[in-house]
């Protein structure tokens, strides 16, 4: 038995996602496609197909700082806290949703066999956690600030602070990938990747303000970056700008 094709979730919304082709953003010369782009419809298996399960995670998932580290020790690098809701267009709470975050280290490092920046990899680090949603729709990560680093794009390009956010729906074809970065960075602007986005209001919902009311005195800074799934408050998406 094969699955019927319909017009279940709506197509992307092209004006606020960034173009294929931004010249100052290299690597999408070779990569942005040559012709129109098709669209195809989806089929059952692709919205009703299993994701995951809640018990796949482990107790420190959501700790960044300690699921990595050898016994006694700890990532290095300023601590903080990262933490927000998932809301749909209407503000209501999106429970049970799986979110994945990966970042590079404090010395703006990732732990890759590909990593080409001579930064110090910490052994304590692994630059990856994930979590589930509660009733409320609320989450939270506790982590390392990670660090800036040069990528071969330009002569002198640097990435901004910035920590990756994957959610995961109900079915197969819902999930999300956005990046978040830190309030006050003047690397956000410079960025090419950023400046491929042809809306500012669509950067500014990408960076999280510092929420002095989180924090822990003495230990950690926190960060608020709320996600909202579609509508106009929607928080932009590298892989489906229209949200879920």
């Given amino acids: 038995m094969t699955d019927t094709p319909h017009e279940s979730y709506p197509r ?14 290299k690597s999408s010369r070779l990569r942005s496609p ?31 700082i300690q699921n990595f580290a050898k016994p006694g020790e700890a990532a290095i690098g300023p601590r903080i806290i990262v933490h927000g809701k998932v809301q749909d267009e209407f503000a209501r709470p999106v429970a049970g949703a799986l979110i994945e975050i990966w970042q590079a280290n404090a010395a703006g490092r990732y732990r890759h066999k590909r990593e080409g920046y ?40 640097w990435r901004p602070a910035h920590i990756h956010f994957s959610l995961f729906g109900s079915s197969f074809a819902q999930r999300l990938i956005t990046q978040m970065y830190f309030e006050g960075d003047p690397l956000i602007w410079r960025c090419p990747i950023v400046g491929a986005i042809p809306s500012g209001e669509a950067v500014e919902r990408l960076i999280a303000p510092l929420d002095m ?3 822990i005195p003495m230990d950690a800074r926190a960060y608020r ?20």
Wanted: net charge negative; charged share 25%.
């Fill in 213 to 215: 009311e989180r924090t």
């Fill in 12 to 25: 992307r919304d092209r004006d606020w996602h960034p173009p294929a082709l931004s010249l100052p953003y």
């Fill in 34 to 64: 040559n012709s129109r782009p098709l669209h195809f419809l989806t089929t059952l298996s692709e919205e009703t197909g299993p994701v995951f399960g809640h018990d796949v995670l482990n107790p420190l998932d959501h700790d960044l």
């Fill in 118 to 157: 001579i930064a110090p990899l910490d052994p304590n680090f692994g630059g990856c956690g994930r979590v589930i949603t509660d009733d409320r729709g609320a989450y939270e990560f506790q982590t390392v600030q990670p660090g800036p680093y040069p990528w071969p794009n330009g002569p002198n390009d």
């Fill in 225 to 244: 970056f709320d996600i909202t799934l579609r509508g106009r408050e929607q928080t932009l998406f590298e892989n489906r700008s229209e949200g879920l």
